[in-house]
């Protein structure tokens, strides 16, 4: 924006005497916002703001075999993480059992889903098995992890192989091509 | 009689203030962002509700693109270096100092160890442009031709401390991370991050 100088001038009047001119004290900002809007900007685009967080995984060693106490069948909720980000889960029954299969979607509730179950079991003899199927993306893994982090719950497993009773269940019960 | 002149309102405004704002905002950014890399892939990554910060240093990124691809970066130009000396050592192959140089720029890579040799000569401005096919896995995790596990191997062998991240996209399926994790199991590394987004905890949780 030009400034339009008003007042000041060191002209001759007539029969005045001979001024210097004087320097007007102002200067001129505009270009120096400027510069300082286009170097924010510059800073907003080249980096991030925000650090990703992450959580722990931890899985059983392989290489050892130790040797597991049983797991009653009717402390055992075990989930199935199907395709178009529906779970499955069978609860207090072995898949050969010929269980209910209940579907939830992930989020509210399968947390209501969980919560229901502990009560009836007790917290400390509660075990959630997490098999997520071919057709489950990640997200629907770290989904399910991230429940067990909000409902406290500390038995859980994540296992990658279904049992043929498993696959036999799903395939008859909802249609899932394990 | 002369015409009532009119005075003028001075059309300039103080821009001092608007200085000041603009680079106090300017300050702000510059102290609290860091530079976004430059990545081998988009990665939308889940969010979680977990707290913990995704370690700044020592770290090997291991991620998991929406069609399965897989991509491997570890923190540290000089120890990008030594891994791929290493490799290159294992593999019988010989880079150029010109081409670890622009190996070390990269901070993560989605390419067999025999396009990569060909893929570092390119110009800047092709090597945006080439399709990163991935790095080979496969389900056994121990096999000759998964090459991810050389990639981890070496990248441990040239700094020790490295943690391990795992940043797998949304839309990844879950055989193509099983890939990743029997990679890591067959290495007897049991304990990894899962890199994700930042979500709100429900109301009324706490953390333990």
Request: hydrophobic share 40%.
């Amino acid at each position: 924006m030009a400034e339009i100088n008003t007042g000041g001038g060191g002209g001759k009047h007539d029969g005045g005497k001979v001024r210097s001119k004087k320097a007007s004290t102002r200067v001129d900002m505009t270009p120096m916002v400027d510069l300082g809007f286009l170097l924010i900007t510059f800073f907003i685009l080249a980096t991030t703001l925000s650090k990703p967080s992450s959580m722990t995984l931890n899985v059983p060693d392989k290489t050892k075999q130790e040797e597991t106490e049983p797991i009653k069948a009717s402390n055992v909720m075990t989930v199935f993480l199907g395709k178009d980000n529906k779970a499955y889960y069978i609860f207090g029954k072995a898949a050969n059992e010929d269980p209910e299969v209940k579907t939830v979607g992930y989020g509210y509730e399968f947390r209501q889903a969980l919560q229901e179950n502990v009560k009836k079991v007790g917290g400390e003899k509660f075990v959630v098995v997490i098999k997520p199927t071919k057709q489950s993306t990640y997200k629907n893994m770290v989904d399910v992890l991230d429940e067990m982090a909000i409902t406290k719950l500390k038995r859980y497993a994540l296992v990658d192989q279904l049992t043929p009773d498993e696959k036999k269940l799903l395939k008859d019960k909802v249609k899932l091509d394990a | 009689m002369p015409a009532v002149k009119i005075k003028r309102a001075s059309s300039s405004v103080d821009m001092t203030a608007m200085t000041d704002v603009a680079f106090l905002l300017l300050t702000f950014f510059i102290l609290t962002a860091q530079f976004r890399s430059q990545d081998a892939a988009a990665i939308e990554t889940p969010s979680s509700i977990s707290g913990i910060k995704v370690p700044d240093r020592d770290i090997m990124t291991i991620g998991l693109g929406r069609d399965g691809k897989v991509y491997f970066g570890i923190d540290n130009a000089q120890n990008r270096i030594s891994m791929l000396e290493n490799i290159a050592a294992a593999k019988g192959i010989t880079f150029t100092p010109n081409e670890m140089k622009e190996f070390s720029l990269m901070s993560n890579f989605g390419l067999p160890i025999n396009q990569l040799k060909s893929y570092l000569s390119l110009p800047k401005e092709q090597q945006g442009k080439v399709k990163q096919p991935g790095i080979p896995t496969d389900s056994t995790g121990a096999a000759p031709t998964n090459e991810l596990k050389d990639w981890v191997f070496n990248a441990r062998k040239a700094n020790n401390g490295l943690r391990i991240a795992l940043k797998g996209d949304n839309l990844a399926k879950f055989p193509e991370f099983k890939n990743v994790l029997a990679t890591l199991q067959a290495q007897n590394i049991n304990k990894f991050n899962l890199i994700t987004g930042t979500e709100a905890p429900p109301a009324g949780w706490k953390a333990d």
